[in-house]
T-cell receptor
Framework: AQSVTQLDSQVPVFEEAPVELRCNYS??????LFWYVQYPNQGLQLLLK??????LVKGINGFEAEFNKSQTSFHLRKPSVHISDTAEYFC?????????????FGRGTQLTVWP | EAQVTQNPRYLITVTGKKLTVTCSQN?????MSWYRQDPGLGLRQIYY???????DKGDVPEGYKVSRKEKRNFPLILESPSPNQTSLYFC?????????????FGPGTRLTVL
């Protein structure tokens, strides 16, 4: 089974500052990578995903993530955050070697944006 | 509007009283699954279903049952709830269960077992 590590449980930042949310995964086999966001009192929604091709993936709301195979990382970035970005962010991985469409989630990173 | 719905959204119950949380999707998705979310643990998969009458265990299936008699519905059943099942539950669906699919999540059901 995959293991997904989100290195920071909480990230506080001021509005308009850049932010990076870190994600590492365990497997050396090929994987598909996802970032989901959960706004307060809502379900999760997809921010972006990496399937193949360019290692820099752009998602909704100005977020982007970079796949680094050698470091088994998929860090999420935004150059300038807004208060509305306050939410919990989950990194998830599916294993190309698995026969099942399973998603393995990290423990989440709470991003809090202060005015 | 394409969506995944769950009912109820909030439920307080007592130990041992059977309950069912319903999940329905209107996107004709084949794959559906249930997760529980606990603080500091992220989301863990309870059960999933690849299609009608095809279900299998996820990572934390103990104490739960599911059924998939219709494509759109995937209820989660707790036959004898216990306090350690107090959690936030999410139903999700995707088109085919492919490893590249986006999963669509319901709004969540917050369950408290006293």
């Amino acid at each position: 089974a995959q293991s997904v590590t989100q290195l920071d449980s909480q990230v506080p930042v001021f509005e308009e500052a850049p932010v990076e949310l870190r994600c590492n995964y365990s497997s050396s086999v090929s994987v598909y990578l996802f970032w989901y966001v959960q706004y307060p009192n809502q379900g999760l929604q997809l921010l972006l995903k990496y399937l193949s091709g360019s290692t820099l993936v752009k998602g909704i709301n100005g977020f982007e993530a970079e796949f680094n195979k050698s470091q088994t990382s998929f860090h999420l970035r935004k150059p300038s955050v807004h208060i509305s970005d306050t939410a919990e962010y989950f990194c998830a991985v599916s294993d190309r070697g698995s026969t099942l469409g399973r998603l393995y989630f990290g423990r989440g990173t709470q991003l809090t944006v202060w005015p | 509007e394409a969506q995944v719905t769950q009912n109820p959204r909030y439920l307080i119950t007592v130990t041992g009283k059977k309950l069912t949380v319903t999940c329905s999707q209107n996107m004709n998705h084949e794959y559906m699954s249930w997760y529980r979310q606990d603080p500091g643990l992220g989301l863990r998969q309870i059960y999933y279903s690849m299609n009608v009458e095809v279900t299998d265990k996820g990572d934390v299936p103990e104490g739960y049952k599911v059924s998939r008699k219709e494509k759109r519905n995937f209820p989660l059943i707790l036959e004898s709830p216990s306090p350690n099942q107090t959690s936030l539950y999410f139903c999700a669906s995707s088109s085919s269960g492919s490893k590249t699919d986006t999963q669509y999540f319901g709004p969540g059901t917050r369950l408290t077992v006293l």
